[in-house]
């Protein structure tokens, strides 16, 4: 494996975190994988921060929107996908304040009428808890899916 001085890990990082927003903990075991020692990482990651490469507040704002946006998860996958990736829980909060309520709320909606179409149930409480399983699963609250599911959505 190519050794790489400080310089050249720096350089690597910042077109690293240029391409795409990234989180701290993407960055350190990309560093890990270059051979970075922890002081070496401790000073790359320093940089990273003072010049802005790295952000977490905007980093949290820009998954939880294209999570929400195009993997069309709930807040509660989300949240848990970001502690995964070693945020605090005031970082998370800053990120999914910029959810917007109404296009959430439409998504939920058209993920339950489309799921809707493909269940087989013999009643409507067996289809209700299918569809309320398969909103949990995409990590949507329970009380964000009831007031979808209870008042039926035609």
Known sequence: MKEYSEKELMNKAEA???????CPSDVEMKLKGWGATPETMAEVMAHLFK??????????????HDKYRFNQWGRVKIAQSLRIKGLSQEEINAGMENIDEEE??????????????????GTDYERNAKLIRFAVGRGFAMQEILKFVKGDFE
């Open 104 to 121: 959430y709320n439409e998504i939920l909606q058209n993920l339950l009428k489309q799921k809707q179409r493909t269940i087989k149930a």
């Open 16 to 22: 690293f975190c240029s391409a795409v927003e990234r």
């Open 51 to 64: 010049e802005k490469y790295l952000d977490t507040i905007r980093f949290c704002s820009a998954y939880v």
